[in-house]
């Protein structure tokens, strides 16, 4: 670990608390609460290493978690903080929670940019991607027949939201519809581009398609927009923390993204990034007295809300940076080819996920031929206690695997074992 990367942890752990002034109760130095000095070394396969990762989590007995494409339980440390800043609040809420906790929120805003790689004053935080989302589309000034391209693969709340700024104000959506899994990328890169016009205002991408895992080329689309004029709006929800890129590296209009996905912070974080010089024109969801400012705190008036769980994201912070997303991203990338490639050879198995790195991350879709995906859903929760999800969009139709750091070997092994005893009887058992 490099000094900057210790003194960044450092910073962060030692003002995490100090609105409730008992930090040093969080920050003993106990194994089981990942707060070492400095976190063991560790590659993509050394399974003790792993093991001391999973230790952080209190994680259900009665089920195997494969699911985390959904949320993501939180680490212990998480766990604390939010626990300790809700009681903490809950003695005076006025006192504590709107004027107390309120003064360290410059410092928790500053060490999330940090992390994200933007300006403080370039985020919010809200209470996930979807809120991010709904916040541009109803705040961006269109006019009928402008032009938005997106994914038939987007999010449905994304969808949902620009069909109704469709039926409100008679905006064009064009819809870019490829095959998916895809590891071409001029492909990809050219079903969004050529579908650029002069009529073009904004152009939807999602960084990671939460329906199976693939990787869309979004830099290069991106490059492509910035070229033309276009605007540009990234969903990040599945890459935030997941991949290595940073937000200045999307060189992006604007961004979303879900912390409780593989941030592990708090179930009900978000953030919302606005490139500066496009603040002042978009108008926040929630009214505010200068709707036309160019701060970005226009965004924040939400009305009354649990701002204690924000603090917890000091921690997840911290966590995550002791480990690498890096690293935390070779793991994963290691547990989902573990699994595929025990079942690759099976008959009646198939994929509608790359088991190429570069084309898909923690998450990969599987079917049986000729069975409907539901049916394998059901089957490994009911025999094997796995939870996993059944995805029905567009031409995608499967059951989708996502491991976690905390997943261990024996429990794909199983996993494993599920698909293999379903697959020889398709179903019929």
């Known amino acids: 670990m490099g000094n900057n990367r210790r003194a960044f ?21 106990d194994d089981d609460d990942f707060l070492w000095e400095e976190a063991p070394e560790g590659d993509s396969n050394d399974e003790h290493y792993w093991d001391r990762i999973r230790k952080q989590f209190d994680l259900a007995a009665d089920c195997i978690n494969l699911n985390s494409g959904n949320i993501s339980p939180a680490p212990k440390m998480v766990q604390k903080a939010l626990i300790q800043q809700l009681e903490f609040c809950n003695k005076a809420p006025s006192l504590n929670m709107l004027r107390v906790l309120e003064q360290s929120r410059e410092t928790l805003i500053a060490n999330l940019a940090n992390f994200a790689g933007c300006l403080p004053d370039e985020i919010i935080i809200n209470r996930n991607a979807s809120e991010g989302l709904q916040t541009i589309i109803f705040g961006l000034p269109l006019q009928k027949d402008d032009e938005i391209i997106l994914c038939k693969y987007d999010y449905p709340h994304l969808i949902d939201a620009w069909k109704q700024r469709e039926l409100r104000d008679g905006i064009r959506l064009i819809w870019v519809d490829v095959k998916l899994p895809s590891e071409d990328e001029n492909y990809l890169v050219n079903a969004f581009t050529s579908l650029f016009s002069p009529k073009t205002k904004l152009v939807n991408l999602t960084h990671i398609i939460n329906w199976n895992g693939q990787v869309l080329p979004v830099k290069k689309i991106l490059d492509h927009a910035a070229k033309n004029g276009i605007l540009t709006l990234v969903d990040a929800a599945h890459s935030f923390a997941l991949l290595p890129e940073k937000i200045s590296d999307y060189q992006c209009d604007y961004l979303v993204a879900s912390l409780h996905k593989w941030m592990y912070a708090p179930t009900g974080i978000g953030l919302l990034y ?20 160019s701060s970005i705190d226009k965004f924040t008036h939400l009305g ?126």
């Open 9 to 29: 942890i450092k910073k962060i752990t030692a003002t995490s608390f100090l609105s409730v002034g008992s930090a040093a109760a969080l920050q003993a130095k």
């Open 274 to 293: 606005i490139k500066k010089d496009r603040i002042g024109e978009l108008f926040p969801l929630f009214a505010n007295i200068n709707p036309q400012s």
């Open 304 to 429: 009354t809300r649990p701002m204690y769980i924000d603090h917890a994201i000091n921690q997840a912070i911290v966590f995550n940076t002791k480990i690498g997303v890096e690293k935390k991203r070779l793991r994963l990338q290691f547990l989902k080819n573990y699994w595929m490639q025990k079942v690759a050879e099976l008959k009646n198995v198939k994929f509608q996920t790359s088991g190429n790195g570069n084309w898909s991350e923690a998450m990969a879709n599987v079917y049986i031929e000729g069975v409907e995906a539901y049916k394998l859903d059901q089957f490994l929760f009911s025999t094997y206690k796995i939870h996993s999800v059944t995805i029905n969009r567009e031409k995608i139709s499967s059951v989708r695997i996502t491991p976690n750091i905390f997943t261990t070997l024996p429990e794909l092994d199983r996993l494993v074992e599920g698909i293999t005893v379903f697959a020889q009887t398709k179903g019929h058992l």
